[in-house]
């Protein structure tokens, strides 16, 4: 179950990074992959008409591998990861939710979601 579609503002660490995204959080999901593993990240997908970067484009680092297609965002003080862009729907957001302010996931389904054996 769905909750409200709100806004709600996240940021890494440091606070260098801020943003806000607009949800009502239908789901999470946990991947397999190599990288989100290593950063055993619970995100939430959201459009990217629904993501506002507020602050910090300066201090946004990027890593791809692979395919080179998803975009993998993280801090350059603090090295986290707030979100990246998909690889499968690049129109979208991946938000690690734990950078969420003050956000709870608990009560909210989590789908695994198989990128170990994407090509």
């Known amino acids: ?3 409200p579609l709100q806004t709600y503002t996240g940021r890494c ?5 801020r943003f806000e995204i607009d ?3 239908p789901e999470l999901t ?3 992959c190599s990288i989100c593993r290593k950063k055993n990240a619970l995100m939430v997908k959201v459009h990217e008409s629904a993501f506002r970067l507020l602050a910090g484009t300066e201090a946004l680092a990027e890593y791809q591998f ?3 297609t998803a ?6 003080v603090c090295g986290i ?3 990246h862009r998909k690889r499968v729907t690049p129109d979208y957001y991946g938000i690690n939710v734990y950078c ?3 956000f709870d996931p608990a009560g909210i389904p989590v789908r695994m979601t198989v990128g170990a054996g994407m090509p």
Not at 71 to 76: A, I, Q, S, T, V
């Open 81 to 83: 990861y707030p979100f």
């Open 100 to 102: 969420l302010d003050g």
């Open 66 to 68: 692979h395919t080179h």
């Open 1 to 3: 179950m769905s909750r």
């Open 30 to 32: 946990q991947c397999d």
């Open 23 to 25: 949800s009502d959080f």
């Open 13 to 17: 660490h440091c606070g260098a990074i």
């Open 71 to 76: 975009r993998h965002h993280f801090c350059k």
